[in-house]
């Protein structure tokens, strides 16, 4: 390619200080933080869930397959630009990237919390955070903001506050606190978002039905299969229930689902809606589903060779390429070994989008 790639998924690693100092002082003595746990490591305590997250996968990137480990990880032995932004760009020539679009770490489980009112004041922290973070160099260190779903007055008016700090896009929680993203009361917030130009993310293990402490049959390693669940529950229930027809200029974006799976995903729709529609309760669309899914619907994958291989039978205007850093599942520092291998498919033009040209429409950056 003749310009880097973008990543569309990359993360932060939460530092200590991210919500205790960042917080409406109201949850200061409550606010998520880590401590130290022998035997276990450093792990993050967040007030009113049971699980604690240990830091351990959060910044392995890099590691061989054989040193993954839940446990045992110290904070400050992590990858220091996951917390510190003057580290970053270093990391992200190491793997020759030009930016990266940023997430949480943290922030994925808090999307869980079952106190609407507490997440709605830490993922605020979070956004205050990240800013201070990603000021560093906002070309290169792309910020979205995390909102909590309370109530859609709130909601509705933190997309207006996330617009006025200047981020560029919204991480969205699995499951808001009223009713859900099917009903036509929410055509009110995806209207503002539209409107304000801010598109809209679901990541991965942000539902309690994709979470990895979800017990599932079988070995263990089985859970790892079901974590892109809840974004393609998600995925469906917009598009079944007529989100995108009655909002056409709604953007939202799958993260860190990968991609191979959505031709079927898409067949699949289009079957059940034309022989089964009328028995099982679905509104008359005025498009087959996968026209709703090809045009409003992005996707961000790194290590998905299959996504690559079937980008004809998709939008390719609609994927995004990630490295997924720091995190376990991360191709840094290996990312152009890959992209070398898995794009050989591609033309020179869909490679640029998919690695480049995608992410920086949808988010208005500085080509």
């Known amino acids: 390619m003749e310009l880097k790639p973008i990543s569309a998924d990359s993360h932060i690693t939460e530092p200590p200080n991210c919500y205790i100092d960042y917080v409406d002082p109201k949850y200061r ?11 276990v490591g450093d792990i993050y305590v967040i ?33 220091k630009s996951g917390w510190d932004a ?17 997430y949480p770490s943290v922030g994925m489980v808090l999307c869980n919390h079952e106190d609407y009112a507490y997440k709605r004041a830490c993922m605020k922290a979070y956004n205050r955070w990240l800013l201070d973070y990603a000021s560093e160099d906002r070309k290169r260190i792309i910020p979205l903001a995390q909102i909590a779903m309370s109530s859609l007055d709130e909601a509705i008016a933190d997309l207006h506050e996330i617009k006025r700090q200047g981020f560029p896009g919204v991480m969205m929680s699995g499951v808001p606190a009223y009713l859900d993203y099917d009903s036509p009361e929410y055509d009110r917030f995806w209207q503002t978002a539209v409107d304000l130009e801010l598109p809209l993310s679901f990541h991965i293990l942000t539902s309690k039905s994709d979470s990895l402490g979800v017990v599932g049959r079988g070995p263990r390693i089985n859970m790892f299969l079901s974590i892109i669940r809840g974004c393609q529950d998600i995925m469906g229930m917009l598009v079944f229930s007529g989100v995108f027809e009655r909002n056409p200029g709604l953007k939202i974006v799958c993260v860190e689902a990968d991609a191979g799976w959505a031709p079927h995903f898409m067949y699949r729709m289009d079957h059940a809606y034309e022989r089964h529609r009328y028995w099982m309760k679905c509104g008359e669309l005025k498009k087959l589903p996968s026209e709703y899914f090809k045009e409003h619907i992005y996707m961000t994958f790194q290590d998905d060779w299959v996504a690559f291989q079937t980008a004809n039978l998709v939008n390719t205007k609609r994927l995004m390429w990630a490295n997924d850093f720091p995190h376990s599942d991360s191709t840094w520092p290996n990312s152009q070994a890959v992209l070398a291998e898995q794009c050989k498919s591609l033309t020179a033009q869909q490679r640029s989008d998919i690695c480049r040209n995608n992410v920086v429409e949808l988010y208005k950056l500085a080509a």
Request: charged share 30%; aromatic share 4%.
């Open 29 to 39: 003595d409550t606010a998520p933080h880590i401590v130290h746990k022998e035997g």
């Open 47 to 79: 007030n009113g869930m049971n699980d604690p997250i240990p830091m351990a996968l959060v910044a392995a990137a890099g590691k061989p397959p054989e040193e993954l480990r839940l446990t045992g990880a110290r904070f400050d032995s992590l990858h």
């Open 86 to 102: 003057k580290y970053r760009i270093a990391d992200q020539e190491r793997d020759h990237v030009a930016a990266e679009v940023i």
